[in-house]
């Protein structure tokens, strides 16, 4: 069974920086392109970034610029650098593969920014 756990979130002030860190269960991560999502309060989730098995890296227009995926393969890891944070960044994030995510997800990590 996939597992997939999400970690480094925090209160942070708008302008702020955070990285996330997503460990994984097993090969997953060299084996798939992996993305973190996001859902905030009322809307639906998300896909934020991704990144391929070969590196490539794609972004959300409103996150381009600020954010940046990267993975570890060695580790399973998968990492999301976020800088230049708004307060319409507040969501809990999540990682999960990309662009079709697995059937099960983490318990993602909270993330708010203050104004």
């Known amino acids: 069974q996939v597992q997939l756990v999400e970690s480094g979130g925090g209160l942070v002030q708008a302008g702020g920086s955070l990285r996330l860190s997503c460990a994984a269960s097993?090969?997953?991560?060299?084996?798939?392109?992996m993305g973190w999502y996001r859902q905030a309060p009322g809307r639906q989730r998300e896909l934020v970034a991704a990144?391929?098995?070969?590196?490539?890296?794609n972004y959300a227009d409103f996150v381009k610029g600020r954010f940046t995926i990267s993975r570890d393969n060695a580790k399973n890891t998968v990492y999301l650098q976020m800088n230049s944070l708004k307060p319409e960044d507040t969501a809990v994030y999540y990682c999960?593969?990309?662009?079709?995510?697995?059937?099960?997800w983490g318990q993602g990590t909270q993330v708010t920014v203050s104004s």
């Open positions: 990144i391929t098995s070969g590196g490539n890296t």
């Open positions: 097993g090969s997953i991560v060299r084996r798939n392109a």
């Open positions: 999960n593969a990309a662009p079709r995510a697995f059937g099960s």
